[in-house]
């Protein structure tokens, strides 16, 4: 019952992971009161979105490659390659008020917001969203959008700026 394609999750070096902010970071940032915030999340809970110490990359990239195609041959070929399904719907809205231009995965991982169209394709909720739509939440951390990094620098705010002129709440 091994699904023949690669699953879409791969399993995460946690201690790796643990040690990014303790050792690896730049300890000249840590006085910066304004990314203090980073270090007081603790990372087992993430949102819940990194439980069983499971990382759902490859099923992004897979969502995303798949834009445009039939969301039930996409969904189905998803769900044969995951161990569960509902990371699939982290980014793909099942109605129309979960839909958002983007989503936070763990703390600095961003990733377009999906929905399915009245065709039944599956669709981007803003496609105008990129690497430079956001600015960093914090200095220490490698943020992304779809797995590219951001281009705009950390501002010092902790505030999420919503994408310019693209009018999405
Ligand atoms: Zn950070």
Redesign the pocket.
Known sequence: MFPRKAPLYRKVNTTAHGVH?AKG?NYRDQRNSK?RG??EQPRETMHGRRRRGLDYTPLFKFLLANVGRKWNEVHAEAVSRLDRPDPIFWLVALHEHQRRPYVLIG??SYFSGMYVDADGLLQLVDPSMGPSSLVP?????THTFNGLPFTRPFTGLRATVEPGGSGAA
């Open positions: 902010h970071g990314a980073c270090y703390e600095s939440l914090c200095r220490c951390c």
